[in-house]
T-cell receptor
């Protein structure tokens, strides 16, 4: 069964450094998403991406964050200058069509630890 | 922000019995509701969904019930199996984003 893959599984970064989290969505999917889960809290929506542009973003997704689809397969989340509070599990997801008709399929996440 | 609430952090059920997981919501704009299952060190896995215009959807051992007037939905698992032990998330969908509850940890005891 096709799946969403995320790399790395764990990223440790010094505060203030830039970090790029990578995702390979399911190949025939057209909609891409990033979520995060801070330890002990809910999974929170960050951003959705379709047709090479952001379709929706949350208040969390401020100017420090950016997303990109640099080629036909990868989807990346960049945090420009990391803060301690960016430490979380980051999940990438993709869907064949637009919500709510098509379920989003999630990767196993990247654990980001900011020191 | 408590648009989706799962008030039971954990639930223990004997193998073979029914598991009932509950979810309440406040946002009337959700068009669909979804249930996801999550094992440790893995991402959420889609289980079952229901449109806001339906009151029941069934898929094998999993049934989701929606009570719009009470803004309440539930997931029934019958019969429960040890492999069902996981964290279950309820989510509402109205646009591009999913709004999740905090999850309920289900333990199925052999």
């Amino acid at each position: 069964e096709p799946e969403v893959t995320q790399t790395p599984s764990h990223q440790v970064t010094q505060m203030g450094q830039e970090v790029i989290l990578r995702c390979v969505p399911i190949s025939n999917h057209l909609y891409f998403y990033w979520y995060r889960q801070i330890l002990g809290q809910k999974v929170e929506f960050l951003v959705s991406f379709y047709n090479n542009e952001i379709s929706e973003k949350s208040e969390i997704f401020d100017d420090q964050f950016s997303v990109e689809r640099p080629d036909g397969s990868n989807f990346t989340l960049k945090i420009r200058s990391t803060k301690l509070e960016d430490s979380a599990m980051y999940f990438c997801a993709s869907s064949e069509g637009r919500q709510p008709n098509q379920p989003q399929h999630f990767g196993d996440g990247t654990r980001l630890s900011i020191l | 922000d408590q648009q989706v609430k799962q008030n039971s952090p954990s639930l223990s059920v004997q193998e073979g019995r029914i598991s009932i997981l509950n979810c309440d919501y406040t946002n009337s704009m959700f068009d669909y509701f979804l249930w996801y299952k999550k094992y440790p060190a893995e991402g959420p896995t889609f289980l079952i969904s229901i449109s806001s215009i339906k009151d029941k959807n069934e898929d094998g051992r999993f049934t989701v019930f929606l009570n719009k007037s009470a803004k309440h939905l539930s997931l029934h698992i019958v019969p429960s199996q040890p492999g069902d032990s996981a964290v279950y998330f309820c989510a509402g969908a109205g646009s591009y984003q999913l709004t999740f509850g905090k999850g309920t940890k289900l333990s199925v005891i052999p």
